[in-house]
């Protein structure tokens, strides 16, 4: 497959060292972090040198581990107890990814499960290190499903357009929203794809464009402020996104900037498609109103890039990180076990059956 192999989180150096590939400084330099402690993990989360939904939660899911295996406790309480301080430490690096909970909570079942069976802080340690690497080896196989889900909605010659980025280096391989034109592309279907830039980090300029370019995909660099026009022109027939968390009914939240997208894809008669791993969808939230939104720097808008200011000083900034999609511009929720149409009260719930 003409996928950019890169893995951006494993577990090296005889375990005992996170290596990420740090996010925040492609596509120009190409680096890994060596991460070995909990507070690092969490600022490589909290600084997006590791992002997008799955690979959080791959990250926290080795983090807490690395964690509970540096503890010296000897007796299975006081082992629990080190855990769960580094568990809650962890999810407090974001707040609305749900793969950050939804990979911790799996961890704390696994180990209260082999704590029923087994009162061997080891072998404890060993039953964590087997989830983390499951969670990691499921997400590939899931993100391969979705990505063929969605190419049996997609045409050869057809132009797509994605926000921020849902591609391999967001997930363990394959993407979410970048699976289908990995694997379309594989079967040469020439997708023209335009990748929105997505400021205020531009994860669309940066790394999209960066992955695709590097797969041989046929990619067009975009303004946000432009995809009204390219929809407008007829270069675009599917809007292809990730999310961070889906409410019960649909709602998705991911990137700033992608609820514009699908309004002006209602506008133009676009399908509008959301590409979801089960692990991102959180049946606790009824709608998009229980979405956590988080609140970002004002230096990601007025500095970040740019050795030039680009705003006064003390100006006002307001940088939400994401926003929530309406469930009735959502064409249709691609997911590992199947595409959910609306209604998605019903369709969603149908998927965990
Ligand atoms: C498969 S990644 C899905 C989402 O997490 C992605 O679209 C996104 O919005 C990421 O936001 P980020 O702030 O870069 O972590």
């Not at 270069?235 to 292809?240: E, G, M, S």
């Not at 959180?282 to 808008?301: H, M, Q, S, T």
């Not at 926003?323 to 249709?332: E, F, N, P, Q």
């Amino acid at each position: 497959m003409a996928i950019n192999v890169i893995q951006s989180v494993k577990l090296e150096d005889n375990l005992n060292t996170l290596v990420l590939l740090d996010q925040t400084v492609l596509p120009g330099k190409t680096e890994f972090l060596d991460l070995t402690t909990q507070e690092e993990i969490w600022e490589a989360i909290f600084e997006l040198k590791v992002r997008g939904a799955p690979a959080i939660g791959i990250a926290a899911a080795y983090g807490v581990y690395l964690a509970a295996k540096s503890s010296a406790a000897e007796n299975v309480d006081e082992f629990y107890q080190d855990f769960k301080k580094a568990k809650d430490y962890l999810a407090t690096s974001r707040p609305t990814a749900v793969n950050l909970f939804w990979a911790l909570d799996r961890m704390e079942r696994r180990l209260k499960e082999e704590t029923e069976r087994n009162k061997d802080v080891e072998a404890l340690k060993n039953a964590l290190l087997e989830e983390a690497h499951a969670i990691r080896d499921e997400d590939e196989e899931v993100c391969k499903t979705i990505g063929e889900h969605a190419l049996t909605l997609l045409k050869p010659e057809m132009g797509i357009l994605t926000h921020c980025n849902a591609g391999t280096i967001a997930t363990a391989k394959y993407g979410t929203a970048l699976a289908p034109i990995y694997l379309g592309t594989e079967q040469d279907y020439n997708f023209k794809v335009y990748a929105d830039e997505t400021r205020p980090l531009l994860q669309g300029a940066r790394l999209t464009a960066w992955e695709l370019e590097q797969a041989g995909v046929d990619v067009t660099l975009i303004c946000d402020n432009m995809a009204s026009i390219v929809m407008k022109e007829g270069k675009v027939q599917a809007v292809l996104v990730g999310c961070d968390r889906v409410a019960q009914n649909g709602d998705t939240a991911n990137k700033i900037g992608t609820s514009g997208v699908a309004i002006l894809a209602k506008h133009y008669n676009i399908p509008f498609y959301v590409c979801a791993p089960l692990s991102t969808i959180d049946l606790n939230c009824k709608n998009g109103d229980d979405i956590e939104i988080e609140n970002r720097g004002a230096e990601e808008v007025t500095a970040k890039w740019y050795s030039e200011r680009m705003a006064p000083e003390e100006v006002n900034v307001y940088n939400p990180a994401f926003d929530v999609t309406d469930h009735s511009l959502i064409t249709a929720i691609i997911t590992e076990k199947g595409i959910a149409y609306p209604d998605y009260q019903d369709s969603l719930k149908k998927l965990f059956d």
